[in-house]
Nanobody, 121 residues
């Protein structure tokens, strides 16, 4: 069983940066690949980025490559999402998920409650 809790969201102006954190509990955290998703108002949840259990491989939504960076530190069980050059269209609730390296949300077993990111123009 893995529990995940996101933090670091907030209000930022366009062009600014935020770093989201995902703290995970559970002894087997280091064995789980992890992902970030986001959901804008009125839209479906979409894939943002994923990282393998070792941190050796990462993948990103094509539209976000170059602006977002996913990383992890297995001690202390944390995954990060560095977001740069933010745009108003990046606004939404950002979710951390554990259990897969997939771009598909249904392949993840554990989800956090989400953290709100709002980018003002």
């Amino acid at each position: 069983q893995v529990q995940v809790v996101e933090s670091g969201g907030g209000l930022v102006q366009a062009g600014g940066s935020l770093r989201l954190s995902c703290a995970a509990s559970g002894r087997t955290f280091s064995r789980y690949s992890m992902g970030w998703f986001r959901q804008a108002p009125g839209k479906d949840r979409e894939f943002v980025a994923a990282i393998t259990w070792s941190g050796g491989s990462t993948r990103y939504a094509d539209s976000l490559k170059g602006r977002f960076t996913i990383s992890r530190d297995n001690a202390p069980n944390t995954v990060y999402l560095q977001m740069n050059s933010l745009k108003p269209e990046d606004t939404g609730v950002y979710y951390c998920a554990a259990g897969s390296y997939s771009q598909y949300a249904w392949e993840y077993a554990y989800w956090g409650q989400g953290t709100q990111v709002t980018v003002s123009s």
